[in-house]
């Protein structure tokens, strides 16, 4: 049965699918969270969602054990959630004079983004927010890439090719990439699992500076791109 099955609006089968996927996941070890305290980030997150008034309240209505999670991560996610315009040097410095590691911070980032994209989809199309996962039992990978530098962001971030060498190319391919793409980086798994999205939700990354290139039904990569800009000066988004 497909994720959306109780939409009054059709959604394709490929959205649905990795929607499925990826909230599967978001209980499960990552490469610095355990599965108890990725979960509790995506049911914080979604709590300041409710709030804020942003989201209405879920289903299930259960309050996240935040004993997971140290204040200053529980800071950031809030933060995240809620007014990621607010999200500026100072408040990344303050988060790492708070305990965090600058790999910590950007994989909460990413887990943010996620979990938040599934429940403000569910709201627009007029389903109840989905179901979170259970927690998965085991432990973070830890794994830090070591080309990752620091370049011109706040946080490292690994080059684009030749100077990422091969990590850059199997995340990037062999073409210089921005650094909204390169923006995860540091944690490879987290940029991996946006990408996945960005392939079904916006349009396949090799296919970006195909500007003629039409990737869903009902709208031009014009249109589509006049929705994106416009959602994005309503948010302020930094970029």
Known sequence: MSFYADSHYPVRDDLAAVHASQMGQLGAPGTWGTGPQRLTIAAAARKAGIDAGLLEDAADGDTPDTSELPGIALR????????????????????????????EFTEIVG??????NFDIFARGIGVPLRPLPSALPGEPT??????AVTELAWVPTIPNPPEGGDEAIALYGPKPKPYIIRALSLV????????????????????????????????????????AGRVSALNECFY
């Open 76 to 103: 950031v996610v809030e933060r995240l959630a809620v007014s990621p315009k607010d999200v500026d040097l100072a408040f990344y410095e303050a988060a790492l004079k708070g305990g965090l590691t600058d790999a």
């Open 111 to 116: 887990l943010v983004a996620r979990a938040t």
């Open 142 to 147: 830890r794994e830090r890439p070591g080309v």
């Open 188 to 227: 490879p798994a987290e940029l991996r699992a946006h990408l996945e999205l960005e392939q079904v939700q916006y349009l396949p990354l090799n296919r970006i500076l195909e500007y003629d290139f039409q990737h869903h039904e009902g709208l031009t990569r014009a249109q589509a791109e006049i929705v």
